[in-house]
């Protein structure tokens, strides 16, 4: 091997260390980004079913019936 080999060599080994720490932080950076993407897919896909929900349930319309409270009234 010739001399620039084995420089380059010895200092490739020299910053093995921080090169690892480099990698474990960019991985554990994507692993973040990655479940906050799929969150937010998650949060989205969620809010969508439920307003469709929501509007395609329709609404229930109650009737009272207040003829004997109006007959009571008006006979007072």
Request: glycine content about 6%; cysteine-free; aromatic content about 6%.
């Given at each position: 091997?010739?001399?620039?080999?084995?420089?380059?060599?010895?200092?490739?080994?020299?910053?093995v260390?921080?090169e690892m720490?480099?990698?474990?932080?960019?991985?554990?950076?994507?692993?973040?980004?990655?479940?906050?993407?799929?969150?937010?897919?998650?949060?989205?896909?969620?809010?969508?079913?439920?307003?469709?929900?929501?509007?395609?349930?329709?609404?229930?319309?109650?009737?009272?019936?207040?003829?004997?409270?109006?007959?009571?009234?008006?006979?007072?």
């Amino acid at each position: 091997m010739s001399q620039a080999k084995v420089d380059a060599h010895k200092e490739s080994k020299k910053h093995v260390k921080e090169e690892m720490a480099k990698k474990k932080r960019r991985h554990i950076l994507v692993i973040v980004i990655l479940i906050i993407v799929a969150a937010v897919i998650v949060g989205w896909v969620s809010y969508s079913g439920y307003k469709t929900y929501q509007e395609n349930k329709g609404i229930e319309h109650i009737e009272v019936n207040t003829n004997a409270i109006s007959d009571y009234t008006t006979g007072l």
